[in-house]
């Protein structure tokens, strides 16, 4: 295996950026975010746009077909001849492709998570990876790698509750960027290349 078969593509976005666009995703997933709040509809259609984008950049680098991305039965995308995962929260939007299991989470680095918060989801290999009293910006990290290994998972492996989920077992690697902590989470070491994706780059 050579160094583009074991790449993940990560692009990323602000919602800020992204407030005023006209922003349309295709006919599927347009039907699937319909009844969403305004706010929810920029965030998916974002992550929608970063996911094409990331597939496509993904298919530059590695000299593949490009992807063709759909929704599955379980309302996550899906790819052909490569593994998708996308998260939203209000600031940021994140999006991967890579050929291995992928999973990727995103949350507010203001968003504030209580102390206790780790006792509770964390499993006691990975308590013992912290500190007797984590920052805010660990226990986030924490979070958004329980999420991102979770997606990375086949459904019929995922656990009942996501925090049943050993993320100790993952190769977890976490950003923060506009404004949000930004974790991928594969089951194997791969290089990871990150862009921020902004309104120019929709031009033309």
């Not at 001849?81 to 291995?100: F, L, N, T």
């Not at 006691?124 to 660990?138: C, F, G, I, K, Y």
């Amino acid at each position: 295996m050579n160094d583009k078969d074991n790449l993940t593509i990560v692009y990323y976005a602000s919602t800020d950026d992204f407030a005023n666009a006209d922003l349309t995703a295709n006919a599927e997933r347009e039907a699937q975010i319909a009844a969403s709040p305004d706010e929810v509809k920029l965030q998916r259609r974002l992550a929608w746009i970063a996911l094409q984008r990331a597939a496509d950049f993904f298919a530059e680098t590695t000299g593949i077909t490009p992807p063709q991305i759909c929704i599955a039965g379980n309302r996550r995308p899906q790819a052909t001849g490569a593994y998708v995962s996308v998260a939203h929260c209000a600031v940021a939007v994140a999006a991967a492709v890579s050929r291995a299991p992928v999973g990727v989470d995103c949350e507010p680095t203001k968003r504030i998570l209580p102390q206790s918060i780790a006792d509770r989801i964390a499993l006691p290999q990975e308590r013992r990876t912290l500190s007797p009293h984590p920052t805010n910006d660990v226990l986030l990290r924490l979070w958004t790698a329980k999420e991102a290994a979770f997606k990375a998972l086949p459904t019929p492996a995922q656990p009942p509750v996501v925090w049943q989920v050993d993320t100790t077992a993952f190769c977890i690697s976490s950003f923060e960027a506009v404004n949000a902590v930004i974790t991928v989470a594969t089951p194997s070491q791969t290089g990871i290349i990150s862009r921020r994706l902004t309104p120019d780059d929709l031009q033309g």
